[in-house]
């Protein structure tokens, strides 16, 4: 069964910093890899997604995550955090069967980000 | 694109009492899907469609939950009996699901509360 775990709850920067959300994900193959950010009473938007391919995976906002095997991670990464990046980021696993998504995203328990100007 | 809509927003609801809520997707998206958050946790997935089939079930889905997708466009999600469990913010999403890497496009959510 696929799995994934945000270890950080709640993250806290100022305004301009750099920023790195932390992503391990537990599949038995590559899987399909998934950032979403949640602003209070608002849906899910996506940031970016793994399917193959480059590791380093560039996004909206000016979001990048890099897929390391190895770590079986999937670190969500910002040079510079603005203010209005506050939100709560979710990170998920989608299967993949021979090279073909399908069915359910499993979703970790999300990081609260809190930006202080 | 519009967007995947979700009606209604909200539901304050009596323990006991049954409740619908509806998802239009993105047109032309062939698979929707239905998720289930509550406070301070990640969405959980609960059942999709491939059009109008329902090809996978949680089981969190208990027996008081039906979800259907009469003509493969929009879908309801019927909650009998409402207990105060079920609290929570129910998701749909979308997809094409006609491409290998498919990705998956969320509502609103319908904020539902059992009183």
């Known amino acids: 069964a696929q799995s994934v775990t945000q270890p950080d709850i709640h993250i806290t920067v100022s305004e301009g910093a750099s920023l790195e959300l932390r992503c391990n994900y537990s599949?038995?193959?590559?899987?399909?890899l998934f950032w979403y950010v949640q602003s209070p009473g608002q849906g899910l938007q996506l940031l970016l997604k793994?399917?193959?391919?480059?590791?380093l995976v560039q996004g909206i906002k000016g979001f990048e995550a890099e897929f390391k095997r190895s770590q079986s991670s999937f670190n969500l990464r910002k040079p510079s955090v603005h203010w209005s990046d506050a939100a709560e980021y979710f990170c998920a696993v989608g299967a993949n069967a021979g090279g073909t998504s399908y069915g359910k995203l499993t979703f970790g328990q999300g990081t609260i980000l809190t930006v202080h100007p | 694109d519009t967007g995947v809509s979700q009606d209604p927003r909200h539901k304050i609801t009596k323990r006991g009492q049954n409740v619908t809520f509806r998802c239009d997707p993105i047109?032309?998206?062939?698979?929707l899907y239905w998720y289930r958050q509550t406070l301070g946790q990640g969405p959980e997935f609960l059942t999709y469609?491939?059009?109008?089939?329902?090809?996978?079930k949680s089981r969190l889905l208990s027996d008081r939950f039906s979800a259907e997708r009469p003509k493969g466009s929009f879908s309801t999600l019927e909650i009998q009996r409402t207990e105060q469990g079920d609290s929570a913010m129910y998701l749909c999403?979308?997809?094409?699901?006609?491409?290998?890497?498919?990705?998956?496009?969320f509502g609103p959510g319908t904020r539902l509360t059992v009183l």
């Open positions: 793994y399917f193959s391919g480059d590791t």
């Open positions: 999403a979308s997809s094409p699901g006609t491409v290998l890497a498919d990705t998956q496009y």
């Open positions: 599949y038995g193959a590559t899987p399909y």
């Open positions: 047109s032309e998206h062939n698979r």
């Open positions: 469609f491939q059009n109008e089939a329902q090809l996978e």
